[in-house]
């Protein structure tokens, strides 16, 4: 069974960083598709951050420049470095995989598992 565990968000002002982390067990993520998304008060959730299962990432463009996807295969764990942060980028912050494509989509409706998110909270 796959389980999708997230880490490290908080309240942090803006121009701050903050590292997530997902930890995943149950499968081996360097064969799915992962990505990063967020969901703020009101709004529908939203692509920020993808990974194909070749390694190769892909960003929203409001987050080009400022955050970055990365893995660790040996730790099955997924992160995304966040700075420069900015008010907008408040929201639960969510992991999910999508075994079933080689390339990542920012559709969350694609994507099979989810953890249980993270708060980010940017304060002005």
């Known amino acids: 069974q796959v389980q999708l565990a997230e880490s490290g968000g908080g309240s942090v002002q803006a121009g701050g960083s903050l590292r997530l982390s997902c930890a995943a067990s149950?499968?081996?993520?360097?064969?799915?598709?992962m990505g990063w998304f967020r969901q703020a008060p009101g709004k529908e959730r939203e692509g920020v951050a993808t990974i194909d299962a070749d390694g190769s990432p892909s960003y929203a463009d409001s987050v080009k420049g400022r955050f970055t996807i990365s893995q660790h295969n040996g730790k099955s764990t997924l992160y995304l470095q966040m700075n420069s942060l900015k008010p907008e980028d408040t929201g639960m912050y969510y992991c999910?995989?999508?075994?079933?494509?080689?390339?990542?989509?920012?559709?969350?409706?694609?994507?099979?598992?989810w953890g249980q998110g993270t708060q980010v909270t940017v304060s002005s």
């Open positions: 999910a995989a999508d075994p079933d494509r080689y390339v990542a989509t920012m559709d969350p409706d694609e994507y099979n598992y």
């Open positions: 149950g499968y081996t993520i360097m064969s799915y598709c």
